[in-house]
């Protein structure tokens, strides 16, 4: 759950950055959008990642997380009705970066 609150915590300021950068409205749906697609691709990644053998975490989880970006990126244009461009570069990136910040911040919870 701790992971889940970080990952939000993350994502959403993100996301308005990054509407902010593109120029988008930043709407109630568009928010909602954003936190959908973590809430529906974050319970995914966690339960898959448990599985991967130790050899094979780091290129497995590379391919995930840029699947979940993308798929987050679909939920934001589709949910948030925003273009495709926009929308795929703000799942894309607030997903790295959240990604980023949990491997840096993973020690304080080791």
């Known amino acids: 759950m701790a992971a889940f609150c970080l990952t939000i915590g993350i ?3 993100v ?7 593109l ?3 930043r709407t109630h749906r568009l928010l909602l959008a954003v936190v959908a697609g973590t809430v529906l691709t974050h319970p995914l990644l966690w ?10 975490w780091w ?8 699947v979940i970006g993308v798929v987050e990126g679909v939920v934001v244009v589709v ?3 925003t273009p495709w461009r ?7 990136v607030m997903n790295a970066v959240s ?3 949990g491997l840096l911040l993973a020690p304080l919870w080791s």
């Open 59 to 66: 290129p497995t989880v590379g391919v995930l997380e840029v």
């Open 79 to 81: 949910v948030g009705r």
């Open 11 to 13: 994502e959403v300021p």
């Open 23 to 25: 120029s988008m409205p």
């Open 47 to 56: 339960a898959v990642a448990a599985r991967i053998p130790a050899g094979q």
């Open 86 to 92: 926009g929308g795929l570069l703000i799942g894309v």
């Open 99 to 101: 990604f980023g910040l």
């Open 15 to 21: 996301a308005m950055a990054m509407m902010v950068l």
